[in-house]
């Protein structure tokens, strides 16, 4: 099992709906966020392109914030989704300064948080909340080991690209191009 | 043009606008455990060598300072902490990818072993000093007899203490502008060069005052070479690499850097150090502030300029 997301910037207007859902669902605290919106810009006037692109926690497959935990409260859990262990977790922030995403956060609690792919809904069958809640359904969430799942038809049909995929870290949030 | 924002107003404390994850606390404990590491590589070396009698600054007297100065820095260090209660969890796990971990773990071996250290110098240091107890006389004596193999594993500790302040920042190749593997040699060096200087300012013996000088010039300019390296490194690397780089090539931290650090902190306490080799007068405290205070400002300026550059936006 691979837990993986594609985000279609075909279809993304970058609403916020998935930031929002994800504060309400995780009980994110007030002023901090688990995911965001990302819109890119190229071009000059009048010809330009936009991209937009809804971004989280990567859960790389190599993932630098695991590698630098001292503790091992950073771990790879089901599916290889990185999640945080909170008693486990005594906020050196060395995994927050080794991630390429800026994905991580200090919880006013003391512990380090990100985005977790809703695992709690995952392993109960449902989509992760920013997937579930999408207007325009241009986020895919799925296993990539299946290869008759949606992401992975998806993945295979389509054109995409991962952020800094040259930082070595084997993102697992992709998009579609 | 290329413009990325981020436009569902992202703003998480300490990340946002600009990383700033860490902030006084790991820079002074950088400096404080660099300086330790310098101290104790000394001490142990020169004992080795046999030389405890002629050189009394550097091998007995400034390894008292040591515990104290381990104990601010794991003080500092204990402060950046946002999930302190839990800080024994460092202690339930020995992971060798993290620098922090291994860092933890030979903490956790040095602190002891430098109070070990000076314990074996009191006599030496406190001639007349009542120890009441006979008890301590027996422990203190069996210590003197381990005093060699005590000496090589500091030796070997306080390398590992010293370079481990700059890889702990290099092994994350998140941040481009640490993310070079010779910041392990530069703080390294920098530790011990801070330290002789010390030795120098503290020493009464014109025989130390003159190797410590001696050995200080080498090192400060084992530093520039290190930090051109560092430079040609970084503009011989990536795009991230490059821009990191231009930070201090221009960019805000090139007056930081370039005058205090560099030009303060290196190259004028080296002419003065020069000078006094040449039986020229100079105030011993001015190489030795200028040099402490350069290398307090290196490490606040390699963290912080480390959490500003980045791959993304």
């Known amino acids: ?177 | 043009m290329i413009e990325e924002i981020i436009t569902s107003g992202r703003m998480n404390p300490e990340i946002d606008p600009v990383l700033h994850a860490w902030g006084w606390e790991i820079p002074l404990y950088l400096f404080l455990g660099g300086i330790s590491a310098g101290i104790l590589i000394f001490s142990a070396y020169f004992t080795l060598r046999g030389r405890q009698d002629e050189l009394p600054t550097a091998v007995k007297w400034l390894p008292l300072t040591v515990p104290v100065l381990i104990g601010v820095g794991l003080l500092a260090l204990l402060m950046d902490l946002s999930h302190v209660l839990y800080a024994w969890q460092l202690f339930t796990n020995i992971r060798w990818e993290s620098p922090m971990s291994w860092g933890a773990w030979t903490l956790f071996i040095i602190t002891p072993l430098s109070i070990a250290w000076l314990a074996i110098w009191l006599e030496d240091i406190f001639p007349k000093w009542d120890w009441k107890f006979d008890e301590v006389k027996t422990v203190i004596n069996w210590l003197k007899d381990q005093k060699r193999i005590m000496a090589q594993i500091l030796i070997l500790l306080s390398v590992i203490l010293g370079m481990y302040t700059g890889i702990l920042l290099s092994a994350f190749n998140a941040r481009p502008f640490w993310n070079t593997s010779i910041l392990g040699p530069l703080f390294l060096t920098s530790g011990l060069s801070a330290s002789a200087a010390l030795i120098v300012f503290f020493s009464k013996s014109e025989v130390e005052k003159r190797l410590f000088t001696r050995i200080d010039i080498i090192l400060i300019g084992m530093e520039l070479f290190m930090i051109i390296h560092l430079f040609m490194g970084h503009l011989a690397g990536t795009q991230v690499h490059i821009q990191a780089a231009q930070m201090f090539l221009g960019g805000p931290y090139t007056v930081y850097f370039w005058i205090f650090v560099v030009g303060l902190g290196l190259v004028l306490p080296v002419i003065l150090e020069l000078l006094e080799l040449k039986h020229k007068f100079i105030p011993a405290i001015v190489p030795v502030f200028l040099i402490v205070a350069g290398n307090l400002m290196l490490r606040f300026i390699v963290v912080n300029a480390g959490q500003a550059s980045r791959w993304l936006y």
């Open chain 1, 1 to 177: 099992m691979r837990y993986a997301m594609a985000v279609d910037t075909k279809k993304c207007v970058g609403c916020s709906d998935c930031v929002v859902a994800c504060q309400t669902e995780n009980d994110v605290p007030i002023g901090y966020c688990r995911d965001w919106i990302v819109e890119k810009t190229t071009g000059t006037y009048p010809e330009l392109q936009l991209e937009i692109r809804s971004e989280r926690c990567n859960h790389c497959a190599n993932a630098p914030c695991v590698r630098t935990c001292p503790t091992e409260a950073s771990h790879y859990g089901p599916g290889g989704v990185v999640l945080v262990e909170h008693s486990e977790c005594i906020g050196c922030k060395a995994c927050i300064t080794s991630c390429p995403y800026d994905a991580r956060f200090v919880h006013p609690e003391g512990y380090v948080d990100k985005c977790t792919f809703c695992i709690h809904r995952v392993e109960k069958g449902q989509n992760p909340a920013c997937v579930s809640v999408c207007p325009t359904h241009a986020m895919i969430f799925g296993d990539l080991d299946d290869p008759n799942s949606d992401i992975s038809r998806a993945m295979a049909t389509r054109k995409w690209k991962s952020l800094i995929p040259e930082a070595g870290t084997k993102p697992k949030v992709f998009y579609l191009l």
